[in-house]
């Protein structure tokens, strides 16, 4: 009510986050918001030694390329394609951020721009990244760059208004939504973090009021509403009053994972009402093969069980993406290339590659 003075969102977590896109970030005694857990090598050992593979890389190139053996000369091999040409990566995470990241927004733009991707989601867990898109297309020309927010504690929550000033950033590059992630009600039960978090669906089943204003935004807008960190059950309801809403273009965000982690027949519910299904490269270094020791909580995501979900659910109702970019984790561009060739050996077609990984977020972002 006017005059009433707001009081500073917070969620009392037990224990540090439990986070699938970057290592333990304290928000407890030991570390204040904004605090980073160690993360091993920095992200400027981390460049140096890429910088060191690359210019071994590159003295390997340097070789002869005709080879003689006993006499005849071998062709040379044909030229270098790269496997991303024309793809989208619609979730990726680089610095600034809370968490330890090996690129910033102008490294990554830059390396997908040179492996000719043509398009790049930046997400962001605690701020919104339109005005970082705007800027970093400004330097890395070549490439097209796309922000959002998502509506975490830091903004306020389930936060229209948050919408609304991210989508009015100059350049109009803040396309995408995201529902509560860390800081999801879901999320922060499924990992024993907190009493409680942000709700999303009421006890009866419904999305609550200040969700609706916010999928009523997104349909006026044409944003992409992404479902966050919510809970299976909750995913659908999600969906569903979001299509009802007049949102043609929604996502379940890293629909195979633990704390969302759709099954075969909810995918196709999902899918049925409208919805696209993200799938992530980070699955196949989450469990118990994970380097990172916080992505061991979170369950490991087979190259088989991804293509077996596209394969009975149809390319064209999923959506690729990395969620990439933790520092000790490999660079978003070669997760990506490494998911997809991946995908290809499990039977999955390049055309089907084309569509979950260019046609349809294209259609999401552009059309």
């Given at each position: 009510m006017a005059g009433e003075r707001m009081e500073p969102f917070h969620i009392p977590r037990w224990k540090p986050i439990t986070h699938c896109c970057a290592d333990a970030c304290g928000h407890g005694p030991a570390g204040g918001p904004g605090h980073r857990a160690e993360s091993g090598a920095s992200r400027r050992e981390l460049l140096l030694g890429a910088a060191g593979a690359a210019a071994a890389l590159a003295a390997l190139a340097g070789l002869e390329r005709t080879v003689t053996a006993q006499g005849r000369n071998m062709p040379a091999p044909p030229p270098l394609a790269s496997p991303l040409e024309g793809l989208i990566d619609f979730h990726t995470h680089s610095s600034p951020d809370i968490f330890a990241r090996s690129l910033d927004d102008e490294q990554l733009a830059s390396m997908y721009r040179d492996r000719a991707l043509e398009a790049v989601v930046f997400k962001n867990h605690v701020v919104a990244t339109a005005d970082r898109a705007f800027l970093a297309r400004k330097r890395v020309p070549g490439i097209k760059i796309f922000g959002g927010v998502t509506l975490n504690g830091a903004v306020g929550g389930i936060n229209p208004e948050a919408v609304g000033y991210m989508h009015a950033m100059e350049?109009?590059?803040?396309?995408?939504?995201?529902?509560?992630?860390?800081?999801?009600?879901?999320?922060?039960?499924?990992?024993?973090?907190?009493?409680?978090?942000?709700?999303?669906?009421?006890?009866?089943?419904?999305?609550l009021p200040a969700v609706q204003e916010v999928l009523k935004l997104c349909a006026k807008e044409k944003l992409v509403l992404c479902t966050g960190h919510a809970a299976s059950g909750e995913v659908l309801a999600i969906v569903e009053a979001a299509r009802d809403a007049g949102c043609d273009?929604?996502?379940?965000?890293?629909?195979?994972?633990?704390?969302?982690?759709?099954?075969?027949?909810?995918?196709?519910?999902?899918?049925?009402?409208?919805?696209?299904?993200?799938?992530c490269a980070m699955g196949v270094l989450q469990g118990d093969r994970a380097i990172l020791a916080s992505q061991k909580s979170w369950r490991y995501v087979s190259l088989q069980e991804t293509a077996d979900r596209i394969k009975a659910v149809g390319a064209e109702n999923f959506v690729l993406g990395t969620d990439l970019g933790q520092a000790g984790h490999p660079t978003p561009a070669d997760g990506l290339t490494a998911f997809a060739t991946g995908l290809m050996a499990q039977g999955i077609t390049k055309d089907q590659i084309r569509t979950l990984g260019r046609e349809v977020p294209g259609k999401l972002l552009l059309g």
């Open positions: 350049g109009r590059l803040g396309r995408i939504v995201w529902l509560p992630t860390f800081d999801a009600d879901n999320h922060v039960k499924f990992f024993k973090e907190a009493p409680a978090g942000i709700k999303t669906v009421g006890p009866d089943g419904k999305v273009r929604i996502v379940v965000t890293h629909a195979q994972f633990a704390v969302v982690n759709l099954t075969e027949e909810q995918m196709k519910q999902a899918a049925k009402m409208g919805a696209k299904l993200e799938i």
